[in-house]
Each structure stands twice: as C-alpha cells, then as structure tokens.
C-alpha cells in the first residue's frame, strides 16, 4: 500500500501515514517497534484500512452467504423481530435466497448478482408483487446489516436492487363481501356464537384477525362503545402448555381506539351475556386461562403465552379472553378454520378470507364518504400509501357510481341541448 511509509529506527522498523490535516497542520500516524520491514509494512497497511474506514478494524469477509443468513437469523432476526416475521424471513431464505445465492462468498456478490437472482425468481414463479417485495426486503435487510452493523462488506451492494418489470401480475386475492353474502354466512352458521361474533367484530371494524381473537373482555369498553386495541395474538410449536402466545399489535400504530356501531355494540353486549350465563350452566368444567412470561430460546426476549388455568390452583394473571367455545376452550384462530371451509365448499365463496373482511370495510367506508387519513388512523396503518395500496379495492359498481356522480355534477341545459344533436 503506497500510503504507508516504512523505515529503520535503529535495530527496529517503523511505519507512518500522512492523515487529515487539523488546523492546517499535516499530521501523522506512526508506529515503531517491528523487527523486520515486512512486519511493519503489514501492520501500517492494517492500520491504514482502518483509519480509513473512520477507526473500525476492516477483515474481507471468507463467509458464504448461506452461513451468514443463519448467523444474521440468529443475532439480528431472533432478537428484534417478532416471531411469525421471524418464521417468514426463514421460510423465504430456504426455499428462494439459500438455493440461488446461498453458496457465494459474502463479499463477492454484486449488486449485478442481486439483480440477475431477482429477475431469474420473478422469471421462474408466478408471485404476488408484494411476495417477491418481501424477498427483496429480507435480501436487503441482510446485506444492510452485513455492511453496516457487522462491518463484515465495505459497501451494500442491495442499495440499487428493485423488481424487473412484471407484464402479468398476479395479484393478492382480495375478496370484497357483499351485504348478501354476510347474510348467508351468518345465517348459515346461527348458533356458533364465536364464530359469528368474531366475524361482526372484524365486519363492523377492521380489525387483523390476530387482533380480534387476542380481545380480552377488559379491552372492550361497552359503556362508551369503544375498542382499546392493544395485542395481536400467534401460535407457535405446541408443548404441553398449548401453542397460542399474546404480543404487541403489528406496528405502534397498530395500538389504537375503535369505535363500536350500534349493531355491533347489541352483539357485543348480547354475546357476553350468554357467556356469563354459560359459565354458570358449565360450572367447575368451564376453562379459564392465564398468561405467563418466557424466555424464547435464544434467551434476549420475553415472550407472554397463553396457559390454561390449573384445577385449584389461583393466578395472579388470570385473562378473560372473548372469542372461546362455550365451555371456555380456546383455540386462537382455529375458531375459523373449519367454518371457512364451510364458506368456500358449500356456500360457493371460493376466494374468501376472514382477513378480507377488513379490506371490505375500508373500501366501503371511504367509498361512502369517510376521509382517507381517518380509514389509514381506524387500520392502524402510520402511512395512508398502505391502506391505499392493500386494503382498498374499486368495483364495478364504485366505478360505475363516480361517472354517475360527475356526470350529475355537470348538469347543464346548453349540454343537455347540445348532445341531442337535432338533424
């Protein structure tokens, strides 16, 4: 390395480098002390790299890809991440990012590489936009770390990667039910309470899925009719202790107030008080639960598990969760799974999801006049881009119902007098 200058000081050798001038005045980093001349020259170039790299030691990086995903999973992932984003980065590193970049050096892949790798993924399947997004997201986050977190590449070469263009694109399903099929479902499932209460409570709000079966009756307010949303319900592995874990909502956003209407406020109240008088008919035999707090296995974060209560043992964390069967059992989000298939089978609604009810009610309230800053704030979503992007869908009847409205906004007689065009 020609910036470093090496010379004999007596018996030993010693290196020097000019750096950046202070007040003028050249200055110098120098070092004596090394028996031979090659020894200084490789310490003064080490010491070099580093004060170019702003004083943090540089090695190049001999770790495949495939190695560093794993130790990026487990250092970086595992530790702020919460646990299904987790298990869908792992699922997208093995299936799509491993098997095609996985054996090269870290510090060999360009940022040519990265754009070949993404145009040969949207060449080979037949995704979603969004879905090759979040592959790109997590190639991204890696190498964005790689750089500069670990110091482990000089530059990110994920910094220009984007998606080629898709001529077809596959887009998302999207559902948008209509006031008949509700009716059907609904009729279709009278006496499964849970099931029916679940589904208004998401009709009637908007609320994710995972939102709706963490509701504990403590977060709903039904003298002021308002919804506090504050968790977001997952399951993992099941052990003895079940498998449903209760955690923070999607963003901080996503922590908000709902307002509960009037049909479902009845529901609401209505439905409660059937499972008070269940808990009476079923006596010792009805299941409660609690919560209780883990440490995952990588022993950084705490997680709060969901725990059926012990016959005669008391709790402290005893949790009064809503949407449970009638004698108390709580399976999370099971509680749809077999009525969904009811749904698309026999009541013919192929391409329905209980998610999708929350995309309906976003588009049929700004469809109806509400503004979009208040449909991103009733989501949960901090970017209105979002609930524009994902969550609100146009029909032919909306389209249909705008050329309506500017057409009765330019009523006019001469118009009306000129398209008549009179022989």
């Known amino acids: 390395m020609g910036s470093v200058y090496v010379q004999k000081r007596g018996k030993l050798y010693q290196y020097q480098f000019a750096i950046a001038s202070v007040n003028g005045k050249r200055k110098y980093i120098n070092k004596c002390g090394f028996k031979t001349k090659s020894e200084a020259q490789e310490a003064g170039n080490i010491a070099y790299s580093e004060y170019i790299n702003a004083g943090v030691p540089f090695k190049e990086c001999k770790m495949s890809y495939s190695d560093y995903l794993d130790y990026w999973l487990d250092n970086y992932c595992k530790t702020n991440l919460k646990y299904s984003t987790i298990q869908a980065y792992t699922t997208l590193i093995n299936k799509y990012i491993k098997p095609k970049l996985g054996m090269y050096r870290l510090s060999t892949i360009t940022s040519v590489r990265l754009n070949i790798f993404i145009t040969e993924l949207v060449e080979e399947y037949e995704f979603s936009r ?38 077809i694109e596959k887009e998302e399903v999207k559902h948008l039910y209509t006031l008949d099929e509700v009716t059907k479902i609904l009729n279709r499932f009278k006496g499964q309470d849970a099931f029916t209460c679940s589904f208004l409570t998401s009709c009637f709000t908007g609320m994710r899925t995972g939102e709706v079966f963490a509701l504990t009756w403590e977060d709903i307010d039904l003298e002021n009719q308002i919804i506090h949303i504050k968790h977001s319900i997952y399951d993992k592995v099941k052990d003895e202790n079940g498998r449903w874990y209760i955690g923070t909502t999607k963003t901080i956003s996503g922590t908000r107030d709902v307002y509960i209407s009037s049909t479902l406020l009845l529901a609401l109240k209505n439905y409660k008080r059937k499972q008070e008088y269940l808990k009476k008919i079923y006596g010792k035999k009805y299941i409660y639960y609690h919560t209780e707090e883990v440490r995952n296995n990588y022993g950084k974060v705490i997680e709060t598990r969901i725990v059926k209560n012990k016959k005669g043992y008391k709790y402290d964390s005893n949790i009064d969760l809503v949407f449970v069967k ?49 449909v991103a704030d009733i989501l949960g979503h901090k970017d209105v881009s979002t609930t524009e992007n994902y969550y609100i869908s146009s029909t ?17 007689d001469i118009i009306d007098e000129i398209v008549e065009y009179k022989i």
């Open 396 to 412: 032919s009847d909306t389209r249909k119902n705008a050329t309506e409205v500017f057409d009765n906004l330019m009523k006019s």
């Open 326 to 374: 009638d004698n108390g059992n709580y399976v999370g989000t099971d509680l749809i799974r077999y009525p969904f298939k009811i749904i698309r089978n026999e009541l013919g609604f192929k391409h329905c999801r209980f998610y999708d009810l929350r995309g309906s009610y976003a588009t049929k309230i700004l469809n109806n006049g509400i503004e979009r800053r208040e």
């Open 130 to 167: 969004s879905y090759f997004k979040n592959i790109l997201k997590v190639v991204k986050g890696s190498f964005r770390d790689a750089c500069d977190i670990y110091g482990m590449i000089k530059y990110n070469p994920a910094l220009t990667i984007r998606l080629p263009r898709m001529d």
